[in-house]
């Protein structure tokens, strides 16, 4: 309950009268350097903005629950999945890849989907998008792939000759760049929209036996999107429509929710399944790995406030709780890292002490001092371990098995081996058994729309070597991007087909 008639005071809790006038030399003279008042406003007024997010930087959140509906843990001993009906607060944080904080929320692009689950056994993040594949599968590429969809260096403007290249030079990209360009990558809203884990994960159960498991989020709103010409002209009327739909369906009381499912894969399967089950660009197939229900997700709150709640929260794959695990995903391997990373650069190295990133639960460790520390730092209690002072023991009941690897030989492995470059198959099927005929029309208009903005010297190479692609997956969606686009179809394209 909020304190009435409050003193106005400043931070260090002195009671001050002059918020509106400054300390001036006579009414007309200049201003004395003694009015701290002045100088602590606007000292932190300059500071309001933390760094954004390098990617991911608008956005909007929510908080709310999930409530587990069906047995797994034949799968996981997570305590969150020990028994039905089982329920623990989660926070949310829908988001656009590309474009600054700014930036309109109906852009042509991936949607972030970061689901953290606050658990009696940790905090575990979940962190999406809503596709279930990735433009790239390594993540030292991860740099370039976003300076591509960030500014050209020269211009400072948004270039599709640098995004079409990087793509016509990179095939593994296909099955990401195909969904993009589908009335997928202009959803209605983020309440009509699926979420999934993308990443290939693992889980462990009480006998120490493991699975690797993928994760869906369905939305039970149903699957809506704008087509290309709707999302632009929604840019000019409302560059944050997706924000304001979740704050007004959840004020109304009309709470989204999302079926959370998994997918399944024995180790015996992970070995002769046709791709690399750890291949971010590459989908396992629901008629060989069907989806198991998990449970419920609904939001129901909308955080009190935005600064606090959403724009200093902060998700990473690196935190996952016991029972749920990682995989050798390259790119999950590289977010692991670089996740906290950049959230000790933007937030500080104390970021899991704010609020809304902060465990609801015991958390013990010998983690001290930095800045923002805001706990008590420990106390008197020792900072080393071991020691002979302190109660603080490791459980070995959380410990997990070993991981058995493939191989013994460290290299610089080239990421089509193995049969890793067969970028062509997957985006075939999407094109040609997923899509329906208007999906596929506006899926094509969409790839002509942008290509068509493909400027420069390179520009017909550029085409060409996309277009060879497109041919590559689809002979029908390489035809007609290629007369779209006005471009002569030669031997060169067909010779892969």
């Not at 575990?124 to 790239?136: A, C, E, R, S």
């Not at 590289?334 to 000790?344: E, N, Q, T, W």
């Not at 080239?414 to 899509?435: C, I, S």
């Amino acid at each position: 309950m909020k304190e009435k008639n409050r003193k106005l005071t400043t931070a260090s809790g002195k009671p001050y009268v002059e918020h509106e006038n400054t300390m001036t030399v006579g009414a007309r003279g200049p201003v004395l350097i003694q009015d701290y008042i002045y100088h602590e406003k606007m000292a932190h007024f300059n500071r309001e903005r933390i760094p954004e997010r390098v990617v991911h930087a608008k956005g909007t959140g929510a908080f709310g629950t999930f409530t587990v509906a069906n047995d797994i843990t034949k799968y996981t001993r997570a305590k969150l999945f020990g028994k039905v009906g089982n329920q623990c607060r989660v926070l949310i944080r829908f988001s656009t890849v590309g474009g600054e904080k700014g930036s309109a929320d109906t852009e042509r692009d991936p949607r972030g989907f970061a689901v953290k689950f606050y658990t009696e056994d940790g905090n575990w993040d979940l962190v999406g998008n809503n596709t279930p594949v990735f433009f790239i599968k390594d993540p030292k590429k991860f740099d370039d792939f976003i300076h591509t969809q960030k500014r050209d260096p020269r211009t400072n403007l948004k270039s599709p000759t640098m995004m079409w290249d990087y793509w016509s030079l990179n095939p593994e990209s296909l099955h990401q760049v195909m969904i993009l360009m589908s009335d997928r990558g202009t959803p209605f809203g983020y309440r009509s929209m699926n979420g999934y884990g993308s990443h290939t994960f693992s889980m462990i159960n009480k006998k120490n036996e493991k699975v690797w498991v993928k994760f869906h989020f369905k939305t039970l709103q149903g699957i809506k999107n704008f087509t290309g010409p709707e999302a632009e002209e929604m840019r000019g009327k409302d560059p944050d429509f997706a924000q304001r739909d979740l704050v007004d369906a959840i004020d109304k009381k009309d709470f989204p929710k999302w079926a959370l499912k998994i997918q399944v894969m024995t180790g015996e399967q992970a070995k002769n399944f046709r791709w690399n089950p750890f291949d971010l660009t590459k989908i396992w197939s629901h008629a060989d790995f069907p989806l198991i229900d998990v449970g419920v997700m609904e939001l129901n709150e909308i955080p009190k406030n935005y600064f606090a709640e959403v724009e200093q929260a902060a998700f990473a794959p690196a935190h996952v709780i016991d029972g749920i695990s990682w995989s050798p995903d390259k790119m999950l391997q590289g977010r692991i890292l670089s996740y906290p990373d950049a959230h000790r650069y933007r937030l500080g190295v104390n970021y899991e002490q704010i609020p809304v990133n902060k465990c609801p639960y015991a958390v013990n460790n010998y983690q001290r001092d930095g800045f923002m520390r805001v706990d008590g730092n420990g106390g008197s209690d020792p900072n080393y371990f071991p020691n002979s002072f302190d109660d603080i023991y490791a459980d070995e009941s959380y410990k997990e098995p070993p991981m058995i690897l493939d191989s013994n030989i460290a290299d610089w492995y080239d990421r089509n081996a193995e049969g890793g470059n067969d970028h062509y198959t997957q985006p075939g099927w999407l094109f040609n058994k997923v899509m329906t005929k208007e999906e596929k029309l506006n899926t094509i208009n969409n790839i002509v729309s942008s290509m068509s903005g493909i400027t420069g010297p390179k520009r017909d190479e550029i085409i060409n070597r996309q277009l060879c692609h497109f041919f590559r997956a689809s002979t029908e969606l390489g035809i007609a991007a290629a007369d779209g686009l006005g471009v002569k179809i030669d031997e060169k394209m067909l010779q892969h087909v």
